[in-house]
């Protein structure tokens, strides 16, 4: 079974309408399209100014036309030929509607980096089948790590939003992975080469990996987004679960969402600038992480130009992190390794922080994925981190490395610059501020500094 094109399928039953500015009736049902979001950034403003945010409570299409999309509405069926059709259709100045109340089920994998000046209002249920077989023989492959996924989202000027849910029924896929580490779990939400775009106003469910996963994309907004995964009723649960995966992209911005998740809320990847994450709820996850950088011996990576502001983390085992990997080349996972390549990550802030029962309230480690802190030592991370501002952190830390509250620790004293950590009021659950200091200036962190360190279990 192949993927799907919009030049490769027939035509299904849509309904396309020359009207996208009010509800319509048809056949006694009314279907009433979403006004687009408002976006309202706070505390700060991305570096350039957001895609057109409309006020009115219509979406300006040029052409007017709104696709309703048909559903087989069993919940088994594939769907994605309606699908596909209707963004064909209403692409270009349309408005593709999912009705609420409707289920729809994608069941092959499309490529839908052909949109361009589309509204897609989603207020239904859209669901992936768990045809674990046919995924990983068909789902679509980026060039970073074991990244597949459903579906390629990209072009330019899309507006996805609804208040509807988005679920990729994960449990199969964590069943699986539990048997075969080697398994191509796709990321629920895959953007390749996305620009100028919104994405709004959704839930997104039960991700059998990523959430979301980033890519070569610039002048994209995520707003408004509750993320909730890690609820398997499996015995195998949830793992490698990401809120959101950036790799090459630039001007990014996460704000006003909530993340419940195994695995970082946000993590940074390689040449992510110009990133701006605030407002964000996250809980059980890893926290919000830079990096790691220097995975592969041949690559230079960047982060740089990153602010990160007003997060709370909750029952998390990090907070704020920035991680390389050493020279040397341990083993993280038998489906993941790395170690020894260069880079560099420069210019990055988090501030207004609140935490509660999390591990490590601020992290710095150019050991990632190596337990013996030796062996980071006798073969030290290429990755270079300066210009690191960690301000207004307040909480309570969990008791797993009591009496530490954060871990500062480069590879060497050439190996950072310029680190600092200002008000940061964050105890361990009994009223100590220690951190393990190593490699950094001390004068210049609001924390007690020890050289005792506590290893991840």
């Known amino acids: 079974m192949k993927r799907l094109s919009p030049l490769a399928f027939f035509i299904p039953s849509i309904l396309s309408i020359q009207s996208s500015t009010a509800a319509v009736i048809v056949s006694g049902e009314t279907y009433e399209p979403s006004p687009r979001p408002v976006l309202l950034p706070s505390p700060y403003h991305p570096r350039v100014p957001f895609p057109s945010e409309p006020r009115s409570s219509t979406p300006p299409r040029r052409s007017g036309k709104m696709c309703i999309v048909n559903t087989h509405g069993d919940g088994v069926t594939d769907d994605s030929f309606s699908i596909l059709f209707a963004l064909w259709d209403c692409n270009d100045g349309g408005h593709v509607l999912f009705p609420r109340g409707e289920t729809y089920t994608i069941g092959m994998a499309m490529d839908l980096t052909f949109l361009r000046s589309i509204d897609i209002d989603i207020q239904g249920l859209i669901q992936f089948t768990n045809d674990t077989e046919y995924w990983q023989a068909n789902s679509f492959r980026f060039d970073f790590q074991n990244v597949t996924s459903f579906f390629k989202l990209g072009g330019e000027d899309v507006w996805i939003y609804g208040g509807g849910t988005i679920n990729g029924n994960g449990e199969a896929w964590y069943d699986l992975y539990a048997r075969d580490v080697h398994t191509l779990r796709p990321v629920l939400i895959g953007i390749d080469g996305l620009k100028d775009s919104v994405i709004s106003d959704l839930n997104v469910i039960d991700s059998p990996q990523d959430f979301h996963f980033v890519a070569n994309s610039t002048d994209l907004v995520f707003n408004n987004i509750t993320i909730d995964g890690g609820k398997s009723r499996s015995e195998n649960k949830a793992c490698n679960c990401d809120g959101w995966d950036l790799y090459r992209s630039q001007d990014i911005t996460i704000m006003n969402s909530i993340a419940r998740n195994i695995d970082d809320c946000v993590s940074l990847k390689p040449n992510s600038t110009n990133i701006l994450i605030q407002s964000i709820h996250c809980s059980s996850s890893h926290g919000i992480s830079i990096g790691p950088l220097g995975q592969h011996p041949s690559e230079f990576d960047i982060v740089s130009s990153v602010h990160i502001a007003n997060i709370t983390f909750i029952n998390s085992t990090g907070g ?71 301000r207004r952190f307040k909480g309570r830390t969990s008791e797993k490395f009591e009496p530490l509250v954060a871990a500062l620790a480069c590879a060497g004293t050439a190996s950072c610059g310029n680190i600092t950590a200002r008000e940061i009021d964050v105890l361990s659950p009994k009223g100590k501020r220690q951190a393990y200091c190593l490699n950094v200036k001390e004068g210049e962190l609001d924390v007690e500094c020890t050289d005792t360190f506590r290893e991840w279990s």
Not at 343 to 369: K, M, P, Q, W
Not at 371 to 388: A, G, H, W, Y
């Open 320 to 390: 704020a992190s920035i991680q390389a990997w050493p020279e040397i080349s341990p083993t993280l996972s038998p489906d993941l390794q790395g170690g020894g390549g260069s880079g560099l990550i420069r210019n990055i802030t988090f501030e207004d922080i609140t935490i509660s029962n999390v591990d490590y309230a601020i992290e710095i480690t150019h050991c990632y994925g190596q337990k013996n802190l030796t062996m980071c030592q006798m073969f030290p991370s290429k990755v270079r981190i300066e210009d690191v501002t960690f």
